[in-house]
């Protein structure tokens, strides 16, 4: 099993410009989450997914959308970036709520 | 809203033990992670606690009392390889995840 897959690693993107942050997870798990993880401060929860095409908002979803098509894949996007979004990313997946969460390996973004 | 408090940095000498405390204030509790993350790298799960009491997981282990609002991590017989970031996060009663924000700990020689 690969666990949970995010792309790309690094992206440096300009403000205004849009992006999808991809997530895959091969453990056939029900919940999908993404946070980001700001320097100094805890990782905040952004949008969650309690199975194939149901999602909800997290703590800080301003700026952001997620879709939920099927099990596997659970990708952000950011449709017109701005430099608060400057960040790294985590993706992660549980079988169910009061389970672990393995999260993938994060995708740093820069926007200047 | 949730209310995650823990140090923000620890050292200790290798061989040592450690102890990272963590306090919380949640709207409903339905349990306590403990994760490790070290720099550059994605958090790993070190322990669950949903009810009151010590859990042991060889050189770690997690500790809660609910009533108190209190859980702490135990490092013992510290490595160099322990120096990292450890995360304390709650399950609130809408089953989302907060997290504190991180308590460095680095092991010295």
């Known amino acids: 099993n690969a666990g949970v897959t995010q792309t790309p690693k690094f992206r440096i993107l300009k403000i205004g410009q849009s992006m999808t942050l991809q997530c895959a997870q091969d453990?056939?798990?029900?919940?999908m989450y993404w946070y980001r993880q700001d320097p100094g401060m805890g990782l905040k929860l952004i949008y969650y997914?309690?199975?194939?095409?149901?999602?909800d908002k997290g703590e800080v979803p301003n700026g952001y959308n997620v879709s939920r098509s099927t099990t596997e894949d659970f990708p952000l996007r950011l449709e017109l970036a701005a430099p608060s979004q400057t960040s790294v990313y985590f993706c992660?997946?549980?079988?169910?709520?009061?389970?672990?969460?393995?999260f993938g390996p994060g995708t740093r973004l820069l926007v200047l | 809203g949730q209310n995650i408090d823990q140090p923000t940095e620890m050292t200790a000498t290798e061989g040592a033990i450690v102890q990272i405390n963590c306090t919380y204030q949640t709207s409903g509790f339905n349990g306590l992670f403990w994760y490790q993350q070290h720099a550059g790298e994605a958090p790993t799960f070190l322990s669950y606690n949903v009810l009151d009491g010590l859990e042991e997981k060889g050189r770690f282990s997690s500790f809660l009392s609910r009533s108190k609002g209190y859980s702490y991590l135990l490092l013992k017989e510290l490595q160099m390889k322990d120096s990292a970031s450890y995360l304390c996060?709650?399950?609130?009663?809408?089953?989302?995840?907060?997290f504190g924000a991180g308590t460095t700990v680095t092991v010295r020689a």
């Open positions: 992660a997946s549980s079988y169910e709520v009061q389970e672990t969460q393995y």
């Open positions: 453990m056939n798990h029900n919940y």
């Open positions: 996060a709650v399950l609130s009663n809408d089953y989302k995840l907060s």
């Open positions: 997914s309690v199975g194939a095409g149901i999602t």
